[in-house]
């Protein structure tokens, strides 16, 4: 019997299941840089001016960018840049980058303005925009307004990542209008892939190496079993879902996808909360006056439904997962491995996905 582990929170668990019953593993055999190829391509960063660098999604790709921004520090006899991050990821940052010389502190999310501010993040499919880049993570933190704006320009009711959509030129035109810098990271599980530096207009270009790097034609499936791969892409429902949209055109109609996401840290969206707590209705998600955080994965949930069951391994209550959600909840993956058998056959085969946030399937 197989025994495959999966990334489930800040640990991993293991699915059992029987050779006869696995088709395939999918995974990435991507080539990944070495410290040096990284530090190579930090060069061209100007770190003799002052430099505060902004984390935007705290992930072990993005900590080992950092870190070689320190070892050019260390090189150069340089000052180090002041670290800012979210209040969730404050301690982590401090316990990693314990150097006493260095200043790290909250993001304060006033903060947007200013030419010594370097954004980071680790670049990713999106359902809305196509590519989640620094562009579109300022534009949901900054850009209320206009994320209706690309709301409203969405392609019809269902995700679409890794296209080319006019919903990325709402959050270029936005981050266009400040003097700020970013550096974009494509990672997998195992490392780091690619870095690209410069303002975000010109970063977000590294999602044609995303592409070409992540894709994964397998054809269409019954049953897949789909891990996030890394910590950061499961801590709330409304960041695994993204996970979900990775991977929804290989599911066969009346399929079953079944998405493992820990959620400690809940929901992650005011769009799901308001919808679970019966403060928002569908209807509302078709032409809403207003944006609300999450409102895209929500609706993108609710219409993928319609082609396939969803079901989902997390610490979430059942009656928002299962009650309010429509999906089958389980308490662990040998429940869940026990449903697929009871309900398509001892002999269905499962596809397991096992670093979901970093692969695009087709």
Same mark, same amino acid.
């Given at each position: 019997?197989?025994?495959?582990?999966?990334?489930?929170?800040?640990?991993? %668990?293991?699915?059992?299941?029987?050779?006869?019953?696995?088709?395939?593993?999918?995974?990435? @055999?991507?080539?990944?840089?070495?410290?040096?190829?990284?530090?190579?391509?930090?060069?061209?960063?100007?770190? #003799?001016?002052?430099?505060?660098?902004? /984390?935007?999604?705290?992930?072990?790709? !993005?900590?080992?960018?950092?870190?070689?921004?320190?070892?050019?520090?260390?090189?150069?006899?340089?000052?180090?840049?002041?670290?800012?991050?979210?209040?969730?990821?404050?301690?982590?940052?401090?316990?990693?980058?314990?150097?006493?010389?260095?200043?790290?502190?909250? $993001?304060?999310?006033?903060? /947007?303005?200013?030419?010594?501010?370097?954004?980071?993040?680790?670049?990713?499919?999106? =359902?809305?925009?196509?590519?989640?880049?620094?562009?579109? &993570?300022?534009?949901?933190?900054?850009?209320?307004?206009?994320?209706?704006?690309?709301?409203?320009?969405?392609?019809?009711?269902?995700?679409?990542?890794?296209?080319?959509?006019?919903?990325?030129? %709402?959050?270029? &035109?936005?981050?266009?209008? $400040? @003097?700020?810098?970013?550096?974009?990271?494509?990672?997998?599980?195992? +490392?780091? /892939?690619? %870095?690209?530096?410069?303002?975000?207009?010109? #970063?977000?270009?590294?999602?044609?190496?995303?592409?070409?790097?992540?894709?994964?034609?397998? =054809?269409?499936?019954?049953?897949?079993?789909?891990?996030?791969?890394?910590?950061?892409?499961?801590?709330?429902?409304?960041?695994?879902?993204?996970?979900?949209?990775?991977?929804?055109?290989?599911?066969?109609?009346?399929?079953?996808?079944?998405?493992?996401?820990?959620?400690?840290?809940?929901? +992650?969206?005011?769009?799901?909360?308001?919808? %679970?707590?019966?403060?928002?209705?569908?209807?509302?998600?078709?032409?809403?006056?207003?944006?609300?955080?999450?409102?895209?994965?929500?609706?993108?949930?609710? @219409?993928?439904? &319609?082609?396939?069951?969803? =079901?989902?391994?997390?610490?979430?209550?059942?009656?928002?997962?299962?009650?309010?959600?429509?999906?089958?909840?389980?308490? +662990?993956?040998?429940?869940?491995? @026990?449903?697929?058998?009871? #309900?398509?056959?001892?002999?269905? &085969?499962?596809? !397991?996905?096992?670093? +979901?946030?970093?692969?695009?399937?087709?």
């Amino acid at each position: 019997m197989p025994e495959i582990w999966l990334s489930y929170g800040p640990t991993e %668990v293991v699915l059992d299941i029987k050779a006869e019953n696995l088709e395939r593993q999918i995974g990435l @055999e991507t080539p990944n840089l070495s410290d040096s190829d990284i530090i190579s391509k930090l060069q061209s960063i100007d770190l #003799t001016k002052p430099t505060e660098v902004v /984390i935007l999604e705290y992930t072990k790709a !993005v900590q080992k960018v950092i870190s070689g921004l320190l070892e050019i520090c260390n090189q150069k006899s340089l000052p180090k840049p002041r670290i800012l991050v979210d209040k969730s990821n404050l301690r982590l940052a401090k316990n990693v980058f314990s150097d006493p010389s260095m200043s790290i502190s909250e $993001f304060d999310n006033s903060q /947007i303005k200013g030419t010594n501010l370097m954004f980071v993040g680790e670049m990713e499919f999106d =359902g809305l925009f196509g590519y989640n880049t620094v562009s579109t &993570k300022l534009l949901r933190r900054f850009g209320k307004e206009q994320m209706l704006d690309a709301y409203e320009k969405k392609s019809g009711n269902l995700p679409h990542p890794g296209e080319n959509l006019p919903t990325i030129e %709402v959050a270029k &035109k936005f981050t266009d209008g $400040f @003097e700020i810098s970013s550096l974009e990271v494509i990672a997998n599980s195992s +490392g780091v /892939i690619d %870095v690209s530096t410069g303002h975000p207009s010109y #970063t977000m270009a590294l999602s044609k190496s995303l592409s070409s790097a992540m894709i994964n034609d397998i =054809g269409k499936h019954r049953v897949l079993f789909i891990s996030t791969g890394k910590e950061a892409g499961n801590e709330t429902l409304d960041r695994s879902l993204s996970t979900l949209w990775n991977c929804a055109n290989v599911v066969k109609e009346e399929g079953l996808a079944i998405l493992l996401a820990e959620c400690k840290n809940g929901l +992650g969206s005011e769009a799901l909360l308001q919808y %679970v707590e019966g403060n928002m209705s569908l209807d509302r998600l078709q032409s809403p006056a207003k944006y609300v955080n999450g409102m895209e994965n929500l609706l993108f949930l609710t @219409e993928i439904q &319609k082609q396939f069951k969803i =079901g989902i391994v997390s610490i979430l209550p059942h009656r928002y997962t299962k009650d309010k959600l429509a999906m089958i909840p389980f308490g +662990g993956t040998k429940e869940s491995m @026990e449903y697929v058998l009871k #309900t398509h056959g001892g002999r269905q &085969k499962s596809i !397991v996905v096992l670093d +979901g946030s970093h692969v695009l399937l087709r």
